[in-house]
């Protein structure tokens, strides 16, 4: 229904409502006779002038002897019956209950005038309601100051935004240089990770007012409200910049906008987020108001937000790996006494899963059963306790990390990375982390050493068999598949499609293109030129080798270096993101070991039994270790 529509409504309902009640009372006044004192009625009865009464709780119907019919009030109807009975009064009564009309009357009328109101008042943008509802939402707050220190582990995200508190800071400094001043930053990450936190600190850090708001706060009942309210938020905050404004989980009023015909909510979401986006388009560069947006689905976001000039800025919060949970606990625990057999290091390494806000949650917990133990201080069983009651909601929320996919996902990663480093003619490792991001359990990040514009084959025939070696290693280690490598397949026939037939590097095929790319390098939106069914099975065929090929590669690798794929899986078990930097000291002390055992077994061949104390073994010695 839209705005028109529903002040139509309301204003019939009200209409109905009125002439239902005054119809109703005229039809009363037509139909309900006169009223005598009780006097006048006991007067007339004992005079014999009452021929017949009916009865109905304390009132009664007279009718007299020429006719008339009005009623009284009886006060106590035990008294009376005995004189009704004397003067031979004809009596009739019923059990005392509300006609179905004036049921009809009480009930209906009240509803209809409530709903007529209701529609009245949303249409115009709630009246009176919202003046009550809207300061209240977002008081700036400076006390309770959160600043850059209080976020613990994010040191990248930090950085990213030291910037906007020097903004926010000294504006003139921007703009003066003619610099663009930042206006939008769109957070995301799951729940828990730190957004409104981050948002708190920078306000803290600049020392500027903060107002937040929840996207779901302007999706009301109300119709309209939510435009009227963001206007009124963003002309608050410029009459008290420089200062920030937070929209928490943004994605309930900035999803994808429908376009076509829109259902009564989402024409309201569209009228939010289209004043959202006029208010930010309508920031002159002298306004120091930042807007900070959270969301944990940024993939439903409607485009136009994140357009230049708007929230153009994106940073993600991941939840945090050992590292980031120790500093985090750090943190919290700085506000409780903590026991000395207390160490946050294997702490921090018993919660893989935990967002920031978790580990806040266990930090307190703990605090709080030590309490209860009437403890002097809190200690790791209160921890271990408090853990266990964490871990076990995370698990109701499916959310908890199995140890089982952990394991696996560590070898599916360490897989990737080491083909990778094997191979010539890749990107470096950049990263690898076991930490959850999206729908991804983990992730293998490569930097390309230069922008590339061309590939060769070699690269290419490489990026497959990096690609397959998530899968290769669960083959490997635990004998089986999941549809973990799905990503990594999909991506990987991709490759060896465009290799095949775009790029004519397969000699079986030949440099014919049986497909047109719409865009450049792995862009969707290909075409396909026709061709013979004979061509494409040999196209088929071509692709399915190429992969096998990349596949059997990826394993081959693995097999040989069996000991650093389970020295990278555990390093990374232990301390779940590695950086480049610490997978290449991993790399190292295998090789040094490798080397060590190859001597070793060379001084055996020749007779020589003294064995060094500093070897370590691996769990299954392969064949790999001679071969370095
Ligand atoms: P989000 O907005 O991402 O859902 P919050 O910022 O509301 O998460 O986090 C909730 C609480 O969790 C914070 O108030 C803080 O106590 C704790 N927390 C989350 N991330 C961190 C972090 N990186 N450092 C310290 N505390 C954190
Ligand atoms: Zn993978």
Wanted: charge should be neutral; hydrophobic fraction near 40%; include cysteine.
């Amino acid at each position: 229904m839209n705005v028109n529509n529903r002040l139509q409504a309301g204003m019939l309902l009200l209409l109905f409502s009125v002439l239902g009640l005054v119809g109703y009372n005229v039809y009363l006044r037509e139909t309900t006779p006169l009223e005598r004192s009780y006097n006048a009625f006991l007067a007339d009865l004992v005079q014999g002038n009452i021929s017949k009464v009916h009865v109905q709780g304390h009132m009664l119907t007279a009718v007299d002897s020429s006719r008339n019919t009005f009623r009284t009030y009886v006060p106590e109807m035990a008294v009376l019956l005995p004189f009704l009975l004397d003067n031979d009064v004809a009596i009739t009564g019923k059990e005392l209950a509300p006609s179905s009309t004036s049921t009809f009357i009480n009930l209906f009328v009240p509803v209809l005038f409530l709903a007529g109101l209701w529609l009245i008042f949303s249409s115009h943008g709630g009246g009176q309601s919202k003046k009550h509802t809207l300061p209240s939402r977002f008081i700036p707050s400076k006390n309770q100051r959160v600043m850059f220190a209080d976020v613990a582990g994010v040191i990248e995200v930090i950085e990213e935004v030291e910037e906007v508190v020097a903004f926010l800071k000294n504006p003139e400094k921007f703009s003066r240089l003619g610099g663009r001043p930042p206006k939008g930053i769109l957070l995301q990450g799951v729940p828990g990770t730190g957004k409104t936190l981050l948002a708190k600190a920078i306000a803290g850090e600049a020392s500027v007012s903060f107002y937040s708001i929840g996207g779901s706060d302007f999706v009301e009942i109300f119709a309209g409200v939510g435009a009227s309210r963001v206007r009124e938020l963003f002309s608050e905050a410029k009459k008290n910049a420089p200062c920030i404004i937070f929209i928490d989980e943004i994605d309930a009023i900035g999803g994808r906008r429908s376009g076509g015909h829109s259902t009564g909510s989402s024409d309201e979401r569209e009228q939010t987020l289209n004043a959202l986006l006029v208010e930010m388009d309508g920031f002159s560069t002298g306004e120091n108001v930042i807007v900070i947006a959270a969301t944990n689905r940024p993939d439903i976001l409607d485009p136009a937000l994140l357009r230049p000039g708007r929230f153009d800025r994106q940073i993600t919060l991941s939840l945090p790996d050992v590292k980031g949970r120790l500093r985090i606990l750090e943190v919290h625990t700085k506000k409780i006494v903590i026991a000395p057999d207390l160490v946050l290091s294997a702490v921090a390494r018993s919660i893989p899963g935990f967002s920031g806000a978790d580990v806040a949650n266990l930090v307190n917990e703990a605090a709080l059963l030590a309490a209860r133990h009437n403890k002097d201080a809190v200690e790791m069983a209160d921890f271990e306790e408090a853990k266990d009651k964490i871990i076990m909601g995370l698990a109701r929320k499916n959310v908890a990390i199995s140890e089982k996919d952990r394991r696996q996902t560590a070898y599916h990663e360490a897989g990737h990375a080491i083909v990778g480093l094997l191979l010539t003619d890749t990107d470096p490792i950049h990263k690898i982390t076991i930490i959850p991001r999206g729908r991804a359990m983990g992730l293998t990040q490569h930097i390309p050493l230069d922008e590339r514009y061309t590939y060769s084959k070699q690269y290419l025939v490489n990026r497959i068999a990096i690609l397959m070696g998530g899968r290769a290693a669960e083959q490997l280690v635990f004998n089986q598949f999941t549809s973990g490598a799905s990503n990594d397949i999909l991506h990987a026939t991709e490759i060896a499609t465009k290799l095949i037939t775009e790029w004519g590097m397969s000699t079986e095929i030949g440099p014919v293109a049986y497909q047109y790319a719409a865009n450049n390098f792995l862009g969707h939106g290909s075409q396909a030129r026709p061709r013979s069914e004979m061509t494409a099975q040999r196209i088929d065929t071509e692709i399915h080798r190429v992969l096998e090929t990349g596949a059997q590669e990826a394993l081959m690798l693995l097999k040989k270096h069996n000991r650093f794929l389970h020295k990278l899986a555990e390093a990374l078990l232990v301390n779940e993101t590695l950086d480049a930097e610490e997978v290449d000291l991993v790399y190292r002390n295998y090789l040094r070991e490798s080397e060590l055992e190859r001597q070793l077994r060379a001084r055996e061949a020749n007779g020589n039994t003294i064995i060094p104390p500093v070897l370590s073994h691996s769990p299954q010695p392969t064949e790999a270790a001679h071969e370095i």
